[in-house]
DNA sequence: TGGCCTGATATACCAAGGTATAGGGTCGGC
DNA sequence: GCCGACCCTATACCTTGGTATATCAGGCCA
């Protein structure tokens, strides 16, 4: 596990992107009413030059911005890895909109005038499925600072053990002895963490997304 | 492999269910100009008792349906174990229903007038995805008739063992002798045609989903 | 009743995996 | 030049896994 585990339970955030200072503060109040901390921006560049806090979060997103449009920003975002859940509001939306909305993993997209309770409902699903990908990331991030301590050789024979290899094929296959593949082995299964063959097997698979087929 | 991938290739349908002949023929018109075959229905019910091709397909389904709703009927064929991806179309649409049905997995949502191209694309869209999720259920019907033929111990020898334990282990577990877990073992790989040890554990996984975390 | 499947077990043997100890070499940095 | 990494190898020993052959018992069905 990470740091991050043994620190006090993390405050989700909410960032709010507007340029109505108006509406900005009506959502950060509403969302203030039921614990959850906003975090007001007034334009796609403010938010991206402040930085977002190391917790579960979600962007509260007008699709008309000033500038670009919400939808393009949210290209932006995914392209730029930055993965937070988007709830978007809009005053003149169309169905076009929603559907392309929906399509790039919006959480929900509302059209005004919405009910406060479907605004919150929507956060705090985006805040759900944000903390779901950050457990996941972080797992994800110990295994491969585990892998990343591996030697070339290692990480060879890690791939042929869990592709299923004898010793005996793999020190065929990379022109070594048996003894020594046995010694990268041991090392692997180590460094790793794993404490079966499954779970070295398991362990390759999270790091080798598409590797099957 | 199962019996399908032997046959010829299979020839995508797209079902259009819609209460007005006159869009139903135009419709399926457009389809047939494409080189898809196109299954008219005038209701969900007579869609549901005409027997479905076994092959990739696609629904395309007007959100007002004579009776229920569509996007009801869309909830009641996930509920019923029908996978097929839909092709919304409406006269009458507004964006939380685009977003209802977008969030449970439509391809597209299209409101007329729409172009004709992109309700091909979309449908294209929906075969295509339908040709995965089928490839993807074949594959997994092959494993589970292979571990149906497991006998019960077979069953709980291969979960000890794609878990990591060690023979002995097992034979505690089970109150066998390590002999017998053995023998079973032997079976498993044979009967499951898993040709390592790491393969075996992939098939458990396949089979296992959610047996993680 | 006899045949078949399932399950359990044993002996014996061989192959593969794992560990410990003890070397050897190259290469880059201090 | 020494140190530390990475890499390779060997001997020796033990554990684990895999296979073959054979036996025994209960349940089920024709």
Chains 1, 2 share one sequence.
Do not use: W, Y
């Not at 909410?14 to 007001?40: F, K, M, Q, W």
């Not at 890895?81 to 939306?93: A, D, N, Q, S």
């Not at 406060?116 to 944000?130: F, K, N, P, S, Y």
């Not at 295994?143 to 004898?166: H, I, K, N, Y």
């Amino acid at each position: 596990m990470t740091d991050r585990s043994a620190m006090a339970v993390e405050t989700p955030f909410v960032a709010i992107i507007d340029d109505d200072p108006s509406i900005r503060e009506s959502l950060a109040s509403l969302l203030r009413s039921v614990g959850l901390a906003p975090l007001p921006f007034a334009s796609a560049q403010e938010f991206l030059h402040h930085r977002r806090p190391d917790a579960p979060g979600c962007l509260v997103l007008d699709v008309r911005l000033p500038g670009q449009s919400g939808l393009e920003f949210q290209r932006e975002l995914a392209g730029a890895g930055i993965h937070l859940p988007v709830v978007f509001i809009t005053g003149h939306g169309d169905i076009p909109m929603s559907v392309t909305a929906m399509k790039a993993g919006a959480v929900e997209f509302l059209a005004k005038p919405f009910r406060d309770q479907d605004l919150i409902d929507a956060v705090h699903t985006g805040i759900e499925r944000d903390r779901d990908r950050r457990r996941a990331m972080d797992a994800l991030s110990d295994l491969r600072g585990r892998f990343r301590s591996l030697t070339p050789r290692e990480r060879e024979v890690m791939g042929l053990v869990a592709a299923g290899q004898l010793n005996k094929q793999i020190a065929a296959e990379l022109r070594l002895s048996e003894i020594t593949v046995k010694v990268h082995r041991a090392s692997v299964m180590r460094k790793m963490q794993a404490k079966s063959l499954p779970d070295l097997v398991r362990i390759a698979d999270k790091l080798a997304p598409g590797g099957d087929s």
